[in-house]
């Protein structure tokens, strides 16, 4: 212990600045590579993860297209009646030319559903010994050939569409030798199955696609069906078809293969049972295919960067922990000299601050080398008398209102506590204040659900507690008016529901006592304009606010539903929308509801009539205060010796009601067709 007394001050100097300033760039270096490769890693695995996204996007859009060949096929076999074999070989050969990723396109129909001439084409091409029609334009063997449809009787590709009347994608199977996958979609006509209309897409075009892919250096990707069955691989083929992701039988890689059997994405890290390295495989699902892409990247390659950042970062470092270490050597010599006046000079300030004399400093005008110690004790000077003057500033502005104000001083000892007493009080208070504002905006946006969190002591306990109670009582009245109108609401739906319920019924019952087909059709009308009134009150009564119900998209559900219920023929009728964004109360939107059905109803009767492409449009603004409604047509026209308001028909009739009930007006344009207008203030 007295040999380090004897030490000299030199000798100290240079030990402690020159050890501190290693120890400090040696810490702030490791801290450094250790942030930095970090946050590299993290951008190689988000980077490989985008791509193996990318990729999977991709391919799931071009299943996406594949099955929308489908669908195309099975809805234009739907759509005609008068096609002939022919001319559905033709369309099949057609869509295999101008799509030539596809292996094959075909229909195939139930006995005699197409034509009913079978017996006809027994054993002709496209067709077998039973002269089904089940023509495959395919290209097995290389050229495009027409050949029938083989194991329609077992296999999945027909066997599934027709138990479920729905789209199917299959799993991998072999046919004819060839690995394919097939879109099949259901033709259905008047609600009943009679066959399908599918292509087949051969997953060798999806393996040379995908082993085409590289990443960094060696990576590679390959896909598997979500059975983990292997789809494509970029070397081994005999794989394809054979092998599942299970049968590696390495823990990991079976982890990965469950992941994408419940169709999700992630990765994981594992040794390539090819070439044993260690690698990340990242896994993303094609949604549309039931299939995922894999993408291998061995992990070595992508954290290749990173390894060689860490190695410039240490080198970086060490260059500059050397010169750290000079300069610090440079310095600490510097500090040799007496500093004999500077210790006379902290003497007399110490009897001047014993004195309560805090304003006396030290002199600053010495050397250069010990210029820090007077500048250090007027720092000490400055810290005493800076929390007296701060703690008078900060109470003058919380007398002024201002409690955001904060000491800012960094003290310690009984003048932090100081510092610290006032900022908790100036705290509290702003807090208070705060809460209970919010607890108060949210009361005036309507929002009784945001309670007093703070409620402090005293005079504020009385102050936030009285907002408590205040907020509370609110929320239960705004909750028993709720209450109030969902048992509203309930009724109405209810008297309106069982009265067209009612309606509907009698209107059944009447149609069966007439024999003309004119007007039972006429009795069948009435009861799907009250089924689609039914259809108006159901969409109104399940909207969540009875006093603003998105009015405008109710509008577009209803004229599509009643395009499907008149079957309208898209060759002879186009339907045109422009509806503004509208919310309306309940008691305004369901007579204005029945109004659109009736008026688009009636349209859907006349807007064709006249030989031309006929049209309907349905236009709803508002502006000004001012609702305006027009429902019209291009057909024959409103007769010009009837007063539509005077009519016998039991819709307008019914419109004119409505419309005065919701103190409307309704006037007739009968310029080029017909074309109702409802105003509503």
Same mark, same amino acid.
């Given at each position: 212990?007295?040999?380090?007394?004897?030490?000299?001050?030199?000798?100290?100097?240079?030990?402690?600045?020159?050890?501190?300033?290693?120890?400090?760039?040696?810490?702030?270096?490791?801290?450094?590579?250790?942030?930095?490769?970090?946050?590299?890693?993290?951008?190689?695995?988000?980077?490989?993860?985008?791509?193996?996204?990318?990729?999977?996007?991709?391919?799931?859009?071009?299943?996406?297209?594949?099955?929308?060949?489908?669908?195309?096929?099975?809805?234009?076999?739907?759509?005609?009646?008068?096609?002939?074999?022919?001319?559905?070989?033709?369309?099949?050969?057609?869509?295999?030319?101008?799509?030539?990723?596809?292996?094959?396109?075909?229909?195939?129909?139930?006995?005699?559903?197409?034509?009913?001439?079978?017996?006809?084409?027994?054993?002709?091409?496209?067709?077998?010994?039973?002269?089904?029609?089940?023509?495959?334009?395919?290209?097995?063997?290389?050229?495009?050939?027409?050949?029938?449809?083989?194991?329609?009787?077992?296999?999945?590709?027909?066997?599934?569409?027709?138990? %479920?009347?729905?789209?199917?994608?299959?799993?991998?199977?072999?046919?004819?030798?060839?690995?394919?996958?097939?879109? #099949?979609?259901?033709?259905?006509?008047? &609600?009943? @199955? !009679?066959?399908?209309?599918?292509?087949?897409? =051969?997953?060798?075009?999806?393996?040379?696609?995908?082993?085409?892919?590289?990443?960094?250096?060696?990576?590679?990707?390959?896909?598997?069906?979500? %059975?983990?069955?292997?789809? =494509?691989?970029?070397?081994?083929?005999?794989?394809?078809?054979?092998?599942?992701?299970?049968?590696?039988?390495?823990?990991?890689?079976?982890?990965?293969?469950?992941?994408?059997?419940? &169709?999700?994405? &992630?990765?994981?890290?594992?040794?390539?049972?090819?070439?044993?390295?260690?690698?990340?495989?990242?896994?993303?699902?094609?949604?549309?295919?039931?299939?995922?892409?894999?993408?291998?990247?061995?992990?070595?390659?992508?954290?290749?960067?990173?390894?060689?950042?860490?190695?410039?970062?240490?080198?970086?470092?060490?260059? *500059?922990?050397?010169?750290?270490?000079?300069?610090?050597?440079?310095?600490?010599?510097?500090?040799?000299?007496?500093?004999?006046?500077?210790?006379?000079?902290?003497? =007399?300030?110490?009897?001047?601050?014993?004195?309560?004399?805090?304003?006396?400093?030290?002199? /600053?005008? #010495?050397?250069?080398?010990?210029?820090?110690?007077?500048?250090?004790?007027?720092?000490?000077?400055?810290?005493?008398?800076?929390?007296?003057?701060?703690?008078?500033?900060?109470?003058?502005?919380?007398?002024?209102?201002?409690?955001?104000?904060?000491?800012?001083?960094?003290?310690?000892?009984?003048?932090?506590?100081?510092?610290?007493?006032?900022?908790?009080?100036?705290?509290?208070?702003?807090?208070?204040?705060?809460?209970?504002?919010?607890?108060?905006? *949210?009361?005036?946006?309507?929002?009784?659900?945001?309670?007093?969190?703070?409620?402090?002591?005293?005079?504020?306990?009385?102050?936030?507690?009285? !907002?408590?109670?205040?907020?509370?009582?609110?929320?239960?009245?705004?909750?028993?008016?709720?209450?109030?109108?969902?048992?509203?609401?309930?009724?109405?739906?209810?008297?309106?529901?069982?009265?067209?319920?009612?309606?509907?019924?009698?209107?059944?019952?009447?149609?069966?006592?007439?024999?003309?087909?004119?007007?039972?059709?006429?009795?069948?009308?009435?009861?799907?304009?009250?089924?689609?009134?039914?259809?108006?009150?159901?969409?109104?009564?399940?909207?969540?606010?009875?006093?603003?119900?998105? @009015?405008?998209?109710?509008?577009?559900?209803?004229?599509?539903?009643?395009?499907?219920?008149?079957?309208?023929?898209?060759?002879?009728?186009?339907?045109?929308?422009?509806?503004?964004?509208?919310?309306?109360?309940?008691?305004?939107?369901?007579?204005?509801?029945?109004?659109?059905?009736?008026?688009?109803?009636?349209?859907?009767?006349?807007?064709?009539?006249?030989?031309?492409?006929?049209?309907?449009?349905?236009?709803?603004?508002?502006?000004?205060?001012?609702?305006?409604?027009?429902?019209?047509?291009?057909?024959?026209? @409103?007769?010009?010796?009837?007063?539509?308001?005077?009519?016998?028909?039991?819709?307008?009739?019914?419109?004119?009601?409505? /419309?005065?009930?919701i103190d409307g007006i309704i006037e007739l344009d009968r310029n080029k067709g017909t074309k109702f207008r409802?105003?509503?203030?």
């Open positions: 212990m007295m040999e380090w007394k004897n030490k000299s001050l030199k000798f100290k100097l240079i030990l402690y600045i020159v050890t501190g300033t290693l120890l400090v760039l040696a810490t702030s270096t490791v801290m450094t590579i250790s942030t930095v490769t970090t946050q590299e890693e993290e951008l190689a695995y988000k980077q490989s993860i985008e791509m193996a996204r990318n990729y999977a996007n991709e391919f799931n859009g071009d299943m996406k297209t594949n099955r929308g060949i489908a669908k195309t096929i099975a809805v234009s076999m739907s759509s005609y009646d008068s096609m002939s074999r022919e001319e559905a070989n033709n369309m099949l050969y057609n869509l295999l030319v101008e799509h030539p990723h596809l292996l094959g396109t075909y229909i195939a129909y139930e006995p005699d559903a197409f034509d009913g001439n079978d017996n006809l084409y027994v054993n002709s091409q496209g067709h077998d010994s039973t002269g089904r029609f089940i023509p495959y334009w395919n290209k097995i063997t290389g050229p495009i050939t027409l050949d029938p449809l083989l194991n329609y009787d077992t296999l999945d590709y027909y066997q599934l569409p027709k138990k %479920t009347e729905s789209e199917v994608l299959t799993e991998p199977y072999y046919y004819e030798g060839v690995f394919i996958v097939s879109y #099949v979609s259901p033709i259905m006509k008047n &609600g009943e @199955f !009679i066959g399908i209309g599918g292509v087949d897409v =051969s997953l060798n075009y999806l393996d040379e696609e995908i082993s085409e892919v590289k990443a960094f250096d060696t990576g590679y990707a390959f896909m598997t069906g979500n %059975t983990g069955i292997l789809v =494509s691989h970029p070397t081994n083929k005999d794989w394809i078809g054979e092998k599942t992701l299970y049968d590696f039988g390495i823990e990991e890689v079976s982890k990965a293969a469950d992941d994408i059997g419940d &169709g999700k994405s &992630g990765h994981v890290e594992t040794i390539d049972p090819i070439t044993g390295e260690k690698i990340v495989m990242f896994y993303e699902p094609i949604r549309t295919g039931n299939f995922s892409f894999i993408l291998v990247i061995p992990k070595e390659e992508m954290l290749a960067g990173i390894t060689t950042l860490s190695n410039k970062l240490l080198q970086i470092s060490f260059a *500059a922990i050397i010169f750290m270490a000079g300069i610090s050597y440079l310095i600490a010599l510097s500090f040799t000299k007496p500093i004999k006046e500077i210790v006379r000079d902290f003497k =007399s300030i110490s009897k001047d601050a014993v004195m309560g004399k805090l304003g006396s400093r030290a002199e /600053t005008d #010495v050397e250069t080398d010990f210029r820090e110690i007077p500048m250090g004790l007027n720092e000490i000077l400055d810290a005493v008398t800076a929390p007296i003057h701060d703690t008078i500033r900060l109470t003058n502005a919380l007398a002024k209102g201002e409690l955001g104000e904060r000491s800012h001083l960094d003290v310690h000892g009984e003048f932090r506590q100081l510092a610290n007493t006032l900022d908790n009080f100036a705290e509290l208070l702003d807090i208070i204040i705060k809460d209970s504002n919010q607890v108060l905006t *949210a009361v005036q946006n309507n929002d009784f659900s945001r309670r007093v969190k703070v409620y402090g002591d005293g005079d504020f306990l009385i102050l936030t507690e009285g !907002i408590e109670k205040t907020r509370a009582t609110l929320s239960r009245m705004i909750d028993e008016r709720k209450k109030i109108e969902e048992i509203r609401k309930k009724e109405i739906h209810h008297r309106i529901k069982n009265n067209l319920q009612v309606i509907s019924s009698l209107l059944d019952l009447e149609s069966d006592k007439f024999e003309d087909k004119y007007v039972i059709e006429a009795f069948r009308e009435s009861q799907n304009r009250v089924i689609s009134m039914a259809l108006v009150h159901e969409e109104l009564y399940r909207s969540q606010d009875m006093e603003s119900i998105d @009015f405008s998209d109710y509008l577009m559900k209803l004229v599509n539903e009643l395009s499907y219920s008149y079957a309208i023929n898209k060759e002879n009728i186009q339907v045109k929308l422009d509806i503004d964004p509208t919310f309306l109360d309940m008691d305004t939107a369901i007579p204005l509801g029945m109004i659109v059905n009736e008026l688009v109803s009636n349209s859907f009767k006349h807007a064709f009539k006249n030989g031309k492409i006929g049209e309907i449009y349905v236009h709803l603004s508002i502006k000004d205060g001012s609702l305006t409604l027009i429902v019209g047509d291009n057909g024959v026209g @409103f007769p010009e010796n009837i007063n539509f308001k005077e009519t016998d028909s039991l819709g307008l009739q019914l419109v004119t009601t409505l /419309t005065s009930q409802i105003i509503l203030k």
